[in-house]
């Protein structure tokens, strides 16, 4: 006899987040990974998750944050390269 798994449902139109549900068998409008998101180890939930055919994805005020802050880190990487391409590196001024 097949055991219930906990599957995650989804609007078939809008694809919005429908609820948790407890199921034998899985329908088209339903998926296997809940609506969260995963970043350096820790689970996030999502405001509003919306299925777009392969994973959730929302907005998280605090996740938003920790991508802004890694985005600039990626930002102040690239001109300092720049920087120091322009400037021929680390100068000791004599």
Known sequence: MKEQKIYYAFDPVTKEFAGEVM??????????????????????????????GEKWVGKNKELDVLDAIKDLSI????????????TGGDHENV
């Open 75 to 86: 930002q102040v990487a690239q001109n300092t390269a720049v920087l120091e391409s322009v």
């Open 23 to 52: 199921l034998k068998n899985k329908t088209e409008n339903m998926t296997e990974s809940p609506p969260v998101r995963e970043f350096n180890g820790k689970t996030y939930q999502l405001d509003n998750p919306v299925w777009d």
